[in-house]
């Protein structure tokens, strides 16, 4: 009920202070309408089966709770015109709670009484319900409820109502809907009070679900009743044969009001049963109090006015533990009664004392009442109210929720009918974050990606250099990635980037933007060590920017940050820096590359044979130490050393090798095997770090066959250079032999 059709002319021709008042006492009255009916319905469903010979405590219990929670919530809430009585689903977890303790003493003993130990299991419920209400509003906890997953608190409420329809046929029929009790079902009698308790919740379906004016529903039900002892009077069914067949309630004695704290009754209480029962009090805590959050929310957006939660929750608390002690039972702030009372021009907290009084006033009216309804007048409304719960969550959820989210909640709700409330809840709860984890891991984590040829940095540059970063700006890969980093969204950027580097060989700068990264776990820490892993085998040096100083703690946990991995503060200055780190090695290869032409000019006597020398020729680069060939090779290249120097090794005793010559830039080696084709006779190894040029003997072949002139002044060379070795080591022999 969040859009009622009301429209209540407010009272004129007063002082405002008294208009005030005949106002809040209007709409008190118009709620306390749905107090009462609902109150006689929720007696029933609490109070049915084996509790039904009490159902007068039960109606006592029910409109005490009605008026304690209606006075207290009226005068301390922070909306003041809020109405509060138990709810549907504050009931039927409070219904279920008494049903399951009435199964274990009847378990043990079947003679045992059955109202003392309900009364004070309710009471004590409602107390401890109460205390941990305002624990959690002192405490600023009760907002921590608003992070259990929707499906959950949805297949939660969708279990009550389908818990409300299963109580409802408990209360027409007095049968529980077991396996063992279906053949009951197939009695003619049974099933016209069924027919006709479904009949009338199709008729408050179809006329006040859609008009939800406060005196439809007290018209619908005094129709209901005339109807029925019309059709008994037809049929010549007198009222005490209706008694007898089912058809309506026998009439209670009055109201009995009593309080649960006697000595001898504690003393006899079934204490072996509260172990079996943690898990439905665990639910009437937990429903109580995701009611009170939901219904206050949805009054403040029914009627625009913003309430205080903690005060909620604390007042609400302190309802529900005077409740108990007075032997009610647990409820909060109602939505519908609230708004009907905001839509009757109630604005003050004479509202609620309205309709606490009213409530204390159905305590001697009530049985009276109740032994002329029949019983598928009360029981089509329970029906009502648990198909109503049943269709918003099960129908109307299905339109905004997920496949995967919308199967959980279905899931739930069969949960907790099948094995209880607790089962559910860990169940639902370990569901939900499956499913927000599976969900969040389809979430792209990159939000868009960039080269360096596309988006630069904002520093203006020379023409010169404009082109170069428009020719290799492809070298610069940019990911900018968004929400929570963990397992599985890092995973899917991990794939991401492997595909990224397997597209775009010539990368060589790989930038991760945090900006938008809300989070990272350690299981992303992994799957970012994986990605510096594979950057590492193709030389790819990763840049972090806007890294956050707990997703610097989390990467740093894991060693992914360290050699290969730098860390810039703003994404422009990190574009500057593999920028600059470009133009540099371009300009040191331009100039590398005029000190090769140069050098291949003057051994060849031609720039165009030098050129094409060069375009023949692969450059590589090795480090100090590093192994170029291994003697016993096949010598199928030579190789021009244009920087730095290598040694030729060959070995000596005790598995050791000794340097017989070294060279230095400006010179060759291998060319004799690359003419000869005889496998290599010593190891060449870098001394320092070396930049060398390697002619293939493919390449050299297709010179002989393609440039005959060129492969001649090859040639020549190689013989002048061995001609100047040999006469080095000629003179060198001489001075040895003096």
Same mark, same amino acid.
């Given at each position: 009920?969040?859009?009622?059709?009301?429209?209540?002319?407010?009272?004129?021709?007063?002082?405002?202070?008294?208009?005030?008042?005949?106002?809040?006492?209007?709409?008190?009255?118009?709620?306390?309408?749905?107090?009462?009916?609902?109150?006689? !319905?929720? *007696?029933? #469903?609490?109070?049915?089966?084996? $509790?039904?010979?009490? @159902?007068?405590?039960? %109606? +006592? /219990?029910?409109?005490? !709770?009605? *008026?304690? #929670?209606?006075?207290?919530?009226? $005068?301390?809430?922070? @909306?003041?015109?809020? %109405? +509060? /009585?138990?709810?549907? !689903?504050? *009931?039927?977890?409070?219904?279920?709670?008494?049903?399951?303790?009435?199964?274990?003493?009847?378990? +043990?003993?079947?003679?045992?009484?059955?109202?003392?130990?309900?009364?004070?299991?309710?009471?004590?419920?409602?107390?401890?319900?109460?205390?941990?209400?305002?624990?959690?509003?002192?405490?600023?906890?009760?907002?921590?409820?608003?992070?259990?997953?929707?499906?959950?608190?949805?297949?939660?409420?969708?279990?009550?109502?389908?818990?409300?329809?299963?109580?409802?046929?408990?209360?027409?029929?007095?049968?529980?809907?077991?396996?063992?009790?279906?053949?009951?079902?197939?009695?003619?009698?049974?099933?016209?009070?069924?027919?006709?308790?479904?009949?009338?919740?199709?008729?408050?379906?179809?006329?006040?679900?859609?008009?939800?004016?406060?005196?439809?529903?007290?018209?619908?039900?005094?129709?209901?009743?005339?109807?029925?002892?019309?059709?008994?009077?037809?049929?010549?069914?007198?009222?005490?044969?209706?008694?007898?067949?089912?058809?309506?309630?026998?009439?209670?004695?009055?109201?009995?009001?009593?309080?649960?704290?006697?000595?001898?009754?504690?003393?006899?209480?079934?204490?072996?049963?509260?172990?079996?029962?943690?898990?439905?009090?665990?639910?009437?805590?937990?429903?109580?109090?995701?009611?009170?959050?939901?219904?206050?929310?949805?009054?403040?957006?029914?009627?625009?006015?913003?309430?205080?939660?903690?005060?909620?929750?604390?007042?609400?608390?302190?309802?529900?533990?005077?409740?108990?002690?007075?032997?009610?039972?647990?409820?909060?702030?109602?939505?519908?009664?609230?708004?009907?009372?905001?839509?009757?021009?109630?604005?003050?907290?004479?509202?609620?004392?309205?309709?606490?009084?009213?409530?204390?006033?159905?305590?001697?009216?009530?049985?009276?009442?109740?032994?002329?309804?029949?019983?598928?007048?009360?029981?089509?409304?329970?029906?009502?109210?648990?198909?109503?719960?049943?269709?918003?969550?099960?129908?109307?959820?299905?339109?905004?929720?997920?496949?995967?989210?919308?199967?959980?909640?279905?899931?739930?709700?069969?949960?907790?009918?099948?094995?209880?409330?607790?089962?559910?809840?860990?169940?639902?709860?370990?569901?939900?974050?499956?499913?927000?984890?599976?969900?969040?891991?389809?979430?792209?984590?990159?939000?868009?990606?960039?080269?360096?040829?596309?988006?630069?940095?904002?520093?203006?540059?020379?023409?010169?250099?404009?082109?170069?970063?428009?020719?290799?700006?492809?070298?610069?890969?940019?990911?900018?990635?968004?929400?929570?980093?963990?397992?599985?969204?890092?995973?899917?950027?991990?794939?991401?980037?492997?595909?990224?580097?397997?597209?775009?060989?010539?990368?060589?700068?790989?930038?991760?933007?945090?900006?938008?990264?809300?989070?990272?776990?350690?299981?992303?820490?992994?799957?970012?060590?994986?990605?510096?892993?594979?950057?590492?085998?193709?030389?790819?040096?990763?840049?972090?920017?806007?890294?956050?100083?707990?997703?610097?703690?989390?990467?740093?946990?894991?060693?992914?940050?360290?050699?290969?991995?730098?860390?810039?503060?703003?994404?422009?200055?990190?574009?500057?820096?593999?920028?600059?780190?470009?133009?540099?090695?371009?300009?040191?290869?331009?100039?590398?590359?005029?000190?090769?032409?140069?050098?291949?000019?003057?051994?060849?006597?031609?720039?165009?044979?030098?050129?094409?020398?060069?375009?023949?020729?692969?450059?590589?680069?090795?480090?100090?130490?590093?192994?170029?060939?291994?003697?016993?090779?096949?010598?199928?290249?030579?190789?021009?050393?244009?920087?730095?120097?290598?040694?030729?090794?060959?070995?000596?005793?005790?598995?050791?090798?000794?340097?017989?010559?070294?060279?230095?830039?400006?010179?060759?080696?291998?060319?004799?095997?690359?003419?000869?084709?005889?496998?290599?006779?010593?190891?060449?190894?870098?001394?320092?770090?070396?930049?060398?040029?390697?002619?293939?003997?493919?390449?050299?072949?297709?010179?002989?066959?393609?440039?005959?002139?060129?492969?001649?002044?090859?040639?020549?060379?190689?013989?002048?250079?061995?001609?100047?070795?040999?006469?080095?080591?000629?003179?060198?022999?001489?001075?040895?032999?003096?």
């Amino acid at each position: 009920m969040t859009d009622p059709a009301i429209g209540f002319e407010p009272v004129t021709g007063v002082s405002p202070s008294v208009k005030r008042a005949l106002n809040d006492i209007l709409g008190g009255g118009a709620a306390s309408i749905l107090t009462v009916t609902f109150g006689l !319905s929720y *007696a029933l #469903l609490i109070f049915a089966g084996p $509790l039904s010979a009490h @159902l007068s405590y039960g %109606i +006592a /219990a029910t409109f005490i !709770s009605s *008026a304690v #929670l209606a006075l207290v919530i009226g $005068l301390g809430s922070s @909306l003041p015109f809020a %109405i +509060a /009585a138990p709810d549907s !689903s504050t *009931a039927a977890v409070t219904g279920i709670l008494a049903a399951s303790l009435v199964e274990h003493i009847e378990a +043990a003993n079947p003679s045992a009484p059955l109202l003392s130990p309900v009364l004070i299991t309710l009471s004590l419920s409602t107390v401890l319900t109460g205390i941990v209400l305002c624990g959690l509003g002192l405490t600023r906890m009760g907002r921590a409820i608003r992070y259990v997953p929707y499906p959950v608190v949805g297949g939660f409420l969708g279990a009550t109502g389908l818990l409300i329809a299963l109580g409802a046929i408990r209360v027409i029929t007095n049968m529980p809907v077991q396996l063992a009790t279906l053949p009951g079902f197939a009695n003619g009698t049974t099933m016209l009070e069924l027919g006709a308790a479904c009949t009338m919740a199709l008729v408050l379906y179809l006329t006040w679900h859609r008009s939800r004016n406060p005196f439809a529903l007290p018209i619908i039900l005094v129709g209901g009743v005339i109807t029925a002892h019309l059709a008994f009077w037809i049929s010549g069914v007198s009222l005490d044969t209706a008694h007898s067949l089912g058809w309506t309630f026998q009439p209670p004695p009055r109201a009995a009001f009593m309080l649960p704290w006697h000595a001898d009754e504690i003393t006899r209480y079934p204490w072996f049963a509260v172990p079996d029962l943690l898990g439905n009090l665990v639910a009437v805590i937990f429903v109580t109090a995701s009611s009170t959050l939901f219904n206050t929310t949805g009054i403040e957006v029914a009627v625009h006015r913003e309430a205080n939660l903690e005060r909620e929750l604390n007042v609400t608390g302190a309802a529900n533990i005077l409740t108990g002690v007075l032997g009610g039972y647990t409820g909060c702030s109602s939505i519908s009664r609230t708004i009907l009372n905001f839509s009757s021009g109630g604005r003050g907290r004479l509202s609620g004392l309205t309709a606490a009084a009213l409530s204390l006033l159905m305590l001697g009216l009530a049985p009276e009442l109740l032994g002329f309804i029949p019983k598928f007048v009360l029981g089509g409304l329970l029906l009502y109210l648990g198909a109503d719960q049943l269709h918003k969550w099960i129908i109307e959820s299905r339109k905004r929720l997920s496949k995967l989210e919308y199967l959980s909640l279905v899931a739930i709700i069969f949960i907790i009918v099948a094995w209880g409330f607790v089962p559910g809840i860990l169940i639902g709860v370990i569901i939900g974050c499956a499913t927000f984890a599976f969900s969040a891991a389809r979430v792209e984590s990159i939000k868009y990606s960039f080269d360096g040829s596309e988006y630069r940095s904002s520093l203006d540059r020379s023409r010169d250099d404009q082109e170069v970063l428009l020719a290799h700006g492809g070298k610069i890969q940019g990911l900018n990635l968004q929400s929570y980093l963990f397992f599985g969204s890092a995973n899917r950027l991990y794939q991401h980037v492997k595909r990224l580097l397997q597209e775009r060989p010539e990368c060589r700068y790989l930038l991760f933007d945090f900006k938008l990264v809300t989070g990272v776990d350690s299981s992303a820490a992994y799957s970012f060590a994986q990605i510096k892993r594979s950057a590492a085998e193709l030389g790819v040096e990763l840049i972090l920017v806007h890294l956050s100083a707990a997703a610097e703690k989390v990467l740093r946990s894991s060693d992914f940050i360290g050699e290969g991995v730098t860390i810039i503060g703003e994404l422009d200055h990190a574009l500057e820096w593999c920028e600059n780190e470009i133009i540099a090695q371009h300009q040191g290869l331009a100039r590398e590359e005029a000190s090769l032409r140069d050098w291949f000019a003057s051994i060849l006597d031609s720039e165009d044979d030098a050129d094409e020398l060069i375009r023949r020729c692969q450059r590589i680069e090795v480090e100090a130490g590093e192994i170029i060939v291994r003697a016993g090779e096949a010598a199928d290249s030579m190789h021009f050393i244009l920087e730095g120097r290598v040694g030729i090794m060959v070995p000596a005793d005790d598995d050791r090798t000794t340097r017989v010559r070294s060279l230095g830039r400006y010179t060759t080696i291998g060319e004799m095997g690359l003419v000869s084709r005889t496998p290599r006779s010593a190891t060449i190894q870098a001394e320092v770090d070396s930049v060398l040029y390697v002619l293939n003997t493919h390449q050299f072949d297709a010179i002989k066959q393609e440039d005959p002139a060129l492969s001649h002044k090859l040639l020549t060379y190689f013989v002048s250079v061995m001609a100047e070795r040999l006469t080095f080591a000629n003179r060198t022999i001489a001075v040895l032999r003096r």
